[in-house]
C-alpha cells in the first residue's frame, strides 16, 4: 500500500519505465496477428466463393448433351481459370475431371491421362482421390499400360469404391489372359457390392462368364 497518491503515481512510473515496451510490443501483436488472421479468413472466404461462382458457371454450361464450338472454349476457359488461379481449391479438382471427359468423349486418351494426373498431383481428400484414381486407372489401361493401371488401384483405403477397384483389376487381368486372378477380382468386387448393397448384374454377369470359359 502507498501513503499518498504521488507515491502511487511514481510506483507506476518506475513500473511502466521497467515494463512498458513489453506491454507495448505485446499488444502490437496482438493487433497484428488478430487483423492478420481476420483478413485470412476474409480472403480465403472470398477465394473460396470466387471458385465456387467460376465452378457453378462451368456446371451450369455444360449441362447439357450437345455442346456448341463457343460452349467447349467458353468451358475451356473456365477450366483454364480454376486450375491456374485456384490450384489449391477442390473445385479446380473438378475442373480437371470435366475437361479429361471432354477429352474421353474427342477420344483423347493421351490429354485425358495428363488432366487426371494433374487432379491426382492436386491431392484431393481422400473420397475424391478415389473417384480420380479409378478413372486414371481405366485411361491408363485403356492406352495400354495395365501394370500402371494397377499399380494406380494398389491402394489400401477405399471406401465405397472397393466393388469398381477390384472390377476394373478384373478387366485387366482378364485381358492379360490370367483368368484366376480375374476371378478372383471380380468376387472381391462382387462381395463388397453386395456388403454395401450396391446391385451389379454385370459384374455378375463378368464371373459367370468365366466359370462356363472353364
Known sequence: MY?????????????????????????????????????YQSSTLKTKEAASDIYQEL????NTNALSEVDK???????????????????????A????????????????????QWALDAKPDEGLDAVVRKRL??????????????????VEEVG????SYEEIKGDIYFAQGDKD????????ALDAARTNNFNRPVLEMKLDNLAVAN
Open 59 to 62: 456446371v451450369e454450361l455444360t
Open 3 to 39: 501513503d499518498t497518491d504521488e507515491e502511487q503515481i511514481e510506483a507506476l512510473k518506475k513500473w511502466w519505465n521497467k515494463n512498458g515496451n513489453f506491454v507495448i510490443t505485446a499488444i502490437v501483436l496482438f493487433l497484428v496477428l488478430y487483423f492478420g488472421i481476420s483478413y
Open 181 to 188: 486372378s480375374a476371378r478372383a477380382a471380380y468376387q472381391k
Open 160 to 163: 465405397a469404391y472397393e466393388a
Open 73 to 95: 472454349a467458353e468451358a475451356g476457359a473456365l477450366i483454364a481459370t480454376l486450375k491456374s488461379e485456384f490450384s489449391d481449391s477442390t473445385y479446380a479438382v473438378f475442373a
Open 97 to 116: 475431371l470435366q475437361s479429361a471427359k471432354f477429352a474421353v468423349d474427342e477420344d483423347d486418351l493421351e490429354t485425358a491421362k495428363t488432366e487426371l
Open 137 to 154: 486407372a481405366r485411361v491408363t489401361f485403356a492406352l495400354g499400360d495395365a501394370e500402371g493401371a494397377l499399380a494406380l488401384l494398389n
